[in-house]
Each structure stands twice: as C-alpha cells, then as structure tokens.
C-alpha cells in the first residue's frame, strides 16, 4: 500500500461508515473565507441587523427543521447545533456550490482533517499550511462536532434555488439537505 493510496482507502472507509446511519454528530466549526461565490446565494450579515433567530437542529443525515422560510433580503441569526453523533455541517449554497464544495470536504477526509466524530485540529494547521485550506472557515458554513452549537447570520439575496447541506462525505448524498423558502410574509407562531 503506498502513501496516496492509504488515505484514498481512509476516505472510502469513512463514506462507508456514514452512510449507512441516520444518526451522526457534527465537529468544530467555522466558516469558509469567502462563502464560495456568496452573491447568488446572499452574504454574511450584521449580527446587529438579525431580524430573528432560527434553531436548527443536525442529526445523523437530517436537519430540524427540513425547510426555512426566508424574506428576500432579511438577515437571518441561525443557531446550530449538532445533536448526532458524527462530524456535521450547515452550510448555505446552491446545490452546485454544494456539489463543489464537496470535493474540498472530502480532501479533509483523505488529509486526517475530518474523523467520523471529531476534527484534527493539528491535521486542519497543517493542511491550511500546505495548501492553503484546511480550516473550513467560510460565514456560511459552520462545521461541528456532536454537541457543538455556532451561530451563522446570513443575509439572503433577493430569490434563488438555496439549500442548507452537509458536504461531509456521504452525508449529502444520503439526504442531509434542507432547502430554504422565499416568502413575502413569515408567519407567526
């Protein structure tokens, strides 16, 4: 077995391993520097200018709630937290941009970075100073660990096809997407 081929079979094997269960939990967090091209699906927000805040929930492969309703241009405070018991991710993008970013997931997977329940802070520092990335830092995305909870505030574009997925190997690809709702009025509860 050589060295490149070693984490290629790491890789699969924690695909494996995922996605078979519907209860994961999520690892430390943060958000990608630029949010991967946010001006087709919004931009980081003002904390001071949330309108409200909404609770998500991530379990093993699905979110609490499955669908949000969001008004064109409203700012949003989403606190999130990873009730599963594997490494999560909320992360706000078209479902291209998700497509994308999970090639860059699953290169933290091969690097040691991204373990099923926990992130390698020393494998992320040396992957960011090898390659430049590695942190997962973008205003977007928070990706946690089980129990972990972060905040992402969001402000949303005027319409568009927006989903909030988890890019960990597998885990998008077993259902772990929810999509957001432009409407003219939230209701109240």
């Known amino acids: 077995m050589t060295e490149t081929t070693c984490p ?36 980081p927000g003002d904390p001071a200018k949330a309108s409200r805040t909404v609770t998500v929930e991530m379990d093993d492969n699905y979110y609490g709630p499955e669908r949000i309703a969001v008004k064109a241009g409203e700012t949003v405070r989403f606190t999130v937290t990873n009730a599963g018991g594997f490494v999560h991710e909320f992360n706000i993008g078209t479902p291209e941009m998700h497509a994308a970013h999970q090639d860059e997931m699953a290169m933290m997977v091969e690097h040691g970075v991204l373990l099923p329940d926990r992130i390698d802070q020393a494998a992320a520092a040396a992957m960011q100073a090898s390659m430049g990335h590695g942190q997962h830092d973008d205003p977007n995305s928070v990706l946690l660990e089980p129990g972990q909870t972060a905040d992402v ?10 989903e909030f997925a988890c890019n960990v190997p597998g885990h998008y690809d077993a259902g772990m997407a929810g999509r957001f709702d432009f409407v003219e009025t939230l209701a109240q509860h």
């Open 8 to 43: 290629r079979l790491i890789a699969a094997a924690f695909v494996a391993f995922t996605l078979p269960f519907a209860a994961t939990q999520a690892i430390a967090a943060g958000s990608h520097g630029g949010g991967h091209g946010h001006a087709v699906h919004g931009e």
């Open 153 to 162: 505030v969001w402000t949303f574009p005027e319409d568009g096809v927006i």
